[in-house]
Structures are given as C-alpha cells and as structure tokens.
C-alpha cells in the first residue's frame, strides 16, 4: 500500500476553504446566460431608462437617475444572488450533490459556500451597475454610494435564501427560466422599475407585503433622504427568515445523513 | 503490525474491510436487499455480481451511507459508512451522473480534492485515471468512458482502503472497458481492498479474485471464480434405472441435486465421473447421458426465477 503522509483526517471547517469557493464563482462567471441577466441586462435598462432622465431631480434636488441606478443595482443583485442559491437545483438534478456526499464536505460548509459565491455575484452585480452610472454621469455624495451600494448588497441576502429554497423545492437545470419572470414581478412590486408613488394606491399598499418593497426602499434612502421606517426593516428581516427557514428545512429533508 | 502511521494504530484489530450484517432494505413492498451478510477482508478484490434489480445498487448505498438499512448494520474498518467516507476510508465511482459539466476535468479534481482532509496530488490521480491529457477539457465534452475514469481520479484522491464500483462500465466501449479495467487492475496491485458490482460475467470472472452472486437481494454464491466455475460446470447425469434410489445417488460426493422421473433419473453434480462410476458400476442403469453446463448457464440458473432453482 501507498505510503501515507499524515493520518486520516477530516477537513477544516468541515470543508469550506477558498479553493472550492473560487471554482464556485469561476464556474458561475463561465455561465453567459447567468452574466447576461445579472451583470448586463441591469445596466442595459439603466441606459435604456435611466439616462433620458438626466438632469431631472427628486425633491430633494438629488437626480433622478441615481434613484433609478440604485433600485437596478438591487435588481441585478437579487437576479445575482438568486441564481447563485438556485445553483442548488441544477446540481442536485445533475446528481452533483449526491457526489458530495462521498466527500467529507458538511452539509452546512456546503450552503455557506453557496451563500457566499451568491453574495459575491450580487456584489459584481451592484458594482458593475454603480460604474455605469458613474461613467454615465451619475453624480452622488459619497455616503450615498456607499450607504445605498452596501444596503443593496446586504439585502440581497434575502434572495440568496430565497433562491436557495426554491432550489430545494425544484431540482431542475432550468430553473431559472421560470424565477427570472417571478424576479420581475417581485421586483415591480417593490418598485425598482417603477416607483411606487406613481402606480394605483392598492397596488402600493399590497407592495409592501412583497420581499422587494424592504431592499429597495431602504436602498434608496440615503438618497431620498427619507428615514428607513420599521416596517420596511421588518420587510427584510421577515422574508430573510421566511426563506432561510423554508431552505433549512428542505435543505436538512435533502441532507439527511446515515 | 508493519505500517506505523496513527491511523492504522487506531483501527479495530482484525476490523474487516466490509461487514454487511442482516442488512434488509425495503422500497414500499419490494425487499431490494433481503438480510445480507457478507464480510470482506483487506485487500480482496470482490465481484458482486447479479442482474439487474438484484438489489447491488442499494446494498452499494448503504455501504457508503447514501441509503439507510432498515434493518442490519454496516461497517466498514469498523467505522459506521459516514465517518468512512469522511476519513476517505472508502470511496465510490459511481454508476452515472455526479459531475459539474462546465468545470474542466482538472477543475473537477481540484474542487473535489480541497474537500478532504488529506489528498494525493491532483496530477497524480488524473496521471493514474489516465487522463492527465485531457486535464483542461470541459466535463460535459468528455466521452462516457473519460467521464467514468474522472470519476475513478476522484474516488484515488483520499486514497481510500477500499474502492467501490457500482456498474463502471455501463455504457462503454470494449477500448474503453479494457482502458478502465487496465487502470483498476494496476491500482489493485497496491494491495488496495476494491468492491465492484457488475452484470457483466466476464469482467467478474477476469478481474475479481471472489464473486459474490446476488439474487434478490440475497446471497445465493460466494467464491472465488475458480469455485463458482466449478459450481457452473456441473453436469447432469441422466440415465434410464427403473427403482432408482435417490437417497443413495444424493450421498454421493458432489452430487447437487437428484430427480426421479418415472424410469429416468436425473443427477446434477459437479464431478459427473463419480456419478456415472457408481451409476454403471453398482447399479443396473443404462443409456447413461452427460451434458455439462457453462458459467453463462449456472450463472442464469442462480440468478433467474425458478423454483427448480431456488437454493
């Protein structure tokens, strides 16, 4: 037999490290369809529909284009990290994960890399789409883009959890295909393409209730100056743990070990 | 004891490499696994054999911790199946699926090795899977047979005491079965213990030193190729004796099995000499026939329904 160096031993962390989560976001980056919807199509919209306002203010005499940059940041990072749980589903249908299992990986090592590979493209995403606007024009107090770029990226959490849960609930490589419209909706609901104030008033008071309505109002605050209120903060908690808790549930259904 | 390392001082005295006890494993109303009990030793290279839907996925299953027993117990070097496979005691080349199609092969390895413990080097395993030349290709590109020997590279990184194949030819060419057995056999010889499930008679009879013969969910044979051969050639005796006695043609050395049919009798032994000597010699039987049997046909006999058959 083999001569061995060391003893037989299970891994640090019970397998996170830096190797696995690399190739994670690596792989993710080879995706084009992934990079089209969480990097380009934000910016694309924001060329679309946010340059021909320049120029216009808010009330508060900041520009209008910076509210728009802002909610299509929290757009692309939901679509980001989203996508990024719901890897779960395509490498479960393709047998990924039971190949895992044969690894000494924790199950737990296992979601913390999902979830950080996921953050990590969620902050590509608002990254990618604050540099459009700047190179666009988009002229901001400096607070403002750090306050609003790290609310967009930390409340993207949410859709992390959410696109881990549904990745449990649909093994299917194609998943994303029907989330992407699902993401549109939710993201109409929490007025990122449109503001709320301008649509019929039942249809903001049903927005409320929705998992963007929380991201993208708190997101935008530094900008509109209006002060984060309970509810929008209860929004984000609320659904974060909504979803966190469905995914752990199917996810410890999945993972059951012998 | 030679080796020295910590690990092999912590191992159970004596621990088999598997020790499968009264493991039953059911799916609704069909027992796929039906009280098995089988033990390996180290080093053994062990063919379980059986067709299709004998229940050798699911005994593979459970060894590696991927099913629960409904009843019965696994060890494997006195370890429960999950703290084996996260020592890298055992490890797995899969029938099917169980791969990233937009990693490389090289990446593929690399992933899976950062999860162990303790790994031998990347370029060794693909050197010794030989497929260090396709090391940059795309998984999903790769033929089935190149897939099957990623998946042998993968299952070489703990080094593992014991290697198990369920089905690792399925969907092969002949180039490609005898690639992959060559690169199987050459690790064999490092004394490693390997576990394959087939239902391929020729590959258990070329490459395992034992062949465990499943049906049901149960061990119907087990020995070595030579034996079971032996068991495959037996022959039938049949010759025309009026008033035969059964009882004194079945206590004859190597005789299986004895049917009387009217002035016939039918004899089923391995040694078909013995039995023709007596038949001839201490009674008044005549027009004596002797057909054999080959491996293909005992290995249906064993393993298809049939009353007659049932052991």
């Not at chain 1, 990254?127 to 666009?136: Q, R």
């Not at chain 1, 029907?178 to 709320?196: D, H, R, S, T």
Request: proline share 5%; net charge neutral.
């Amino acid at each position: 037999m083999t001569t061995y160096v060391g003893e037989r031993r299970t891994p640090r962390l019970g397998g996170l490290n830096p190797t696995y989560l690399g190739l994670e976001i690596r792989r993710t980056l080879r995706n084009r369809r992934t990079l089209f919807f969480i990097l380009i199509m934000p910016a694309v919209f924001f060329l679309l529909f946010g340059l021909p306002q320049k120029g216009e203010a808010l009330g508060n005499g900041e520009p209008v284009t910076g509210y728009i940059m802002i909610s299509l940041a929290v757009y692309g990072a939901m679509v980001a990290t989203t996508s990024g749980g719901a890897m779960v589903a395509v490498e479960r249908a393709q047998g990924w994960s039971r190949q895992l299992r044969l690894t000494p990986l924790r199950p737990t090592a296992y979601i913390s890399t999902k979830v950080l590979s996921a953050m990590t493209l969620g902050l590509a995403a608002v990254v990618v789409e604050f540099l459009v606007g700047a190179v666009s024009g988009v002229r901001m107090p400096a607070h403002v883009w750090v306050l609003a770029g790290l609310a967009a990226w930390v409340g993207s959490l949410v859709f992390a959890a959410f696109g881990l849960f549904i990745g449990y609930l649909v093994p299917a490589e194609n998943v994303m295909q029907f989330l992407g419209p699902i993401l549109a909706v939710l993201a109409m609901f929490g007025g990122l393409f449109v503001p709320l104030e301008v649509l019929p008033h039942a249809f903001g008071e049903i927005a409320k209730w929705t998992p963007v309505y929380g991201i993208g109002t708190i997101a935008r605050s530094p900008l509109t100056g209006d002060t984060v209120t309970i509810a929008e903060v209860a929004n984000v908690v609320a659904w974060t743990l909504v979803f966190g808790l469905g995914a752990a549930r199917l996810f410890r259904r999945d993972t059951a070990r012998v | 004891m030679e080796k020295t390392s910590l690990a092999e001082l912590a191992e159970p005295v004596g621990a088999a490499a598997v020790r499968l006890t009264g493991l039953t494993k059911r799916f609704g109303s069909v027992t796929a696994v039906d009280d098995l009990s089988l033990s390996i030793e180290p080093g053994e290279v062990v063919a379980f054999l059986g067709p299709n839907g004998a229940g050798k996925t699911t005994t593979v299953d459970m060894m590696l911790g991927l099913a629960r027993p409904d009843a019965g117990s696994v060890e494997i070097y006195g370890e429960k199946p999950s703290d084996a496979v996260a020592h890298g005691r055992i490890a797995a080349v899969m029938q099917s699926g169980g791969l990233l199609k937009d990693l490389t092969v090289a990446e593929t390895v690399r992933m899976t090795a950062s999860l162990f413990g303790r790994v031998r080097p990347v370029e060794e395993v693909l050197t010794r899977a030989g497929i260090l030349g396709i090391a940059d290709r795309r998984v999903g590109k790769c033929s089935g047979g190149q897939q099957q020997r990623l998946r042998f590279a993968m299952a070489l990184l703990p080094d593992p005491d014991l290697m198990v194949l369920d089905e690792p030819t399925t969907g092969m060419d002949v180039e490609g079965r005898r690639e992959f057995w060559a690169a199987i056999r050459q690790d064999a010889a490092h004394g490693r213990t390997i576990l394959f499930a087939t239902h391929y008679l020729d590959e258990a009879d070329a490459y395992a030193d034992r062949i465990v013969l499943v049906r049901h969910g149960k061990v119907v044979a087990d020995g070595t190729a030579a034996e079971l051969k032996g068991l495959a050639a037996g022959r039938t005796i049949r010759a025309t004796l009026p008033g035969a006695d059964p009882v004194a043609l079945a206590a004859l050395p190597g005789v299986d099995q004895v049917e009387v049919r009217g002035d016939s009798v039918l004899v089923r032994a391995s040694d078909s000499d013995v039995v023709a000597r007596h038949l001839l010699t201490a009674t008044g039987a005549r027009d004596l026939e002797i057909t054999s049997r080959n491996l293909e046909d005992a290995f249906i006999a064993l393993t298809t329904d049939s009353k007659e058959n049932d052991r």
